[in-house]
């Protein structure tokens, strides 16, 4: 019995070294691969594609990692070489397309059989690769659209792109575009020689001609409605201060009759005294002489007396 217990313990432990050597064989081999990459690995008879991760045996197995992200594109055109519009005037655009891998297995293996892993997601690989064609679709859209229309529809224009061009580049995916730029080319850069340049600067010419006169009309219009509002707003003040005048004379002449009144009131009351004291003074007077002549009265009759 104690044998076998021994045996047993040996053959314990045994297998549990070879289970920690296993998994630490496990843990040494294993690839994790980050987001936005792709792991690939060419075995003896297939190739494998995995975007979390996988085990890669030495010798027998051969790995690489491909960038998956959205890498950024962009495209200018300006000067003569801006993009011509269905009116023939030249714009300056600059605009950027975010393309990726597209993150299948087959689109993976395709693309990396075809470019390489290395030079998948390189912006010299993206411009070598869809340059032409995504110029072509600006031209191919920006023909069809005024410039005006250009301009003002920037979400219209980028949906047009972003149809002509579609979605499914051989490998690659567009996700989106983006217009960062977008201005009238200056005509001091069109080339009168060329024929579409030369429609173009008449064209341009003619819209700003007009926009001239609509222009000088706003401003002669503005010139008048302020002349207009300066008028009115005399008129009024002059009509206030005429309104002002007549209320200050009004209340002067007011004034002046109460002032009259009052010394109208004045004069008669004085008036009034003066008689009154004339009348006291003329009933003196008459009480006095009547006096005087009782007194001469008196005077004769004592001497009569006598």
């Known amino acids: 019995m104690g044998a076998i217990s021994v045996g047993a313990g040996v053959l314990i432990a045994v297998i549990v070294v070879i289970l920690l050597v296993l998994l630490f064989t496990i843990t040494r081999l294993f690839k994790k691969v980050p987001q936005g990459k792709a792991l690939i690995i060419s075995k003896v008879r297939r190739v494998d594609v995995t975007f979390t991760g996988a085990i890669v045996?030495?010798?027998?197995?051969?790995?690489?990692?491909?960038?998956?992200?959205?890498?950024?594109?962009?495209?200018?055109?300006?000067?003569?070489?801006?993009?011509?519009?269905?009116?023939?005037?030249?714009?300056?655009?600059?605009?950027?397309?975010?393309?990726?891998?597209?993150?299948?297995?087959?689109?993976?293996?395709?693309?990396?059989?075809?470019?390489?892993?290395?030079?998948?997601?390189?912006?010299?690989?993206?411009?070598?690769?869809?340059?032409?064609?995504?110029?072509?679709?600006?031209?191919?859209v920006g023909k069809q659209l005024d410039f005006v229309d250009l301009y003002t529809k920037r979400h219209e224009f980028r949906d047009q792109i972003i149809r002509v061009i579609g979605t499914d580049l051989n490998g690659y995916s567009l996700e989106d575009a983006a217009i960062d730029y977008l201005e009238q080319t200056p005509m001091a850069q069109l080339d009168s020689a060329n024929i579409l340049d030369a429609q173009g600067i008449r064209k341009i010419t003619e819209l700003t001609a007009i926009e001239h006169v609509r222009t000088n009309e706003f401003r002669r219009g503005e010139e008048k409605e302020i002349t207009r509002q300066n008028v009115d707003a005399r008129e009024a003040i002059l009509e206030l201060e005429r309104r002002q005048a007549d209320a200050e004379i009004k209340q002067r002449r007011e004034v002046e009759t109460m002032r009259a009144r009052e010394e109208a009131e004045i004069a008669k009351v004085q008036a009034e005294e003066r008689l009154k004291s004339q009348a006291a003074g003329l009933r003196t007077d008459e009480q006095l002489g009547i006096q005087h002549q009782n007194q001469q009265r008196e005077i004769e009759v004592a001497g009569k007396n006598r």
Not at 84 to 110: G, L, Q
């Open 57 to 140: 045996l030495p010798v027998l197995h051969k790995a690489e990692i491909m960038d998956t992200s959205v890498k950024a594109m962009e495209i200018t055109r300006t000067g003569r070489e801006g993009l011509i519009c269905r009116d023939n005037i030249r714009a300056d655009i600059r605009i950027s397309f975010f393309v990726r891998v597209n993150k299948t297995v087959e689109d993976v293996i395709k693309v990396a059989q075809a470019i390489g892993t290395e030079r998948a997601s390189h912006e010299a690989t993206l411009q070598e690769l869809f340059n032409a064609k995504f110029s072509e679709a600006l031209k191919t």
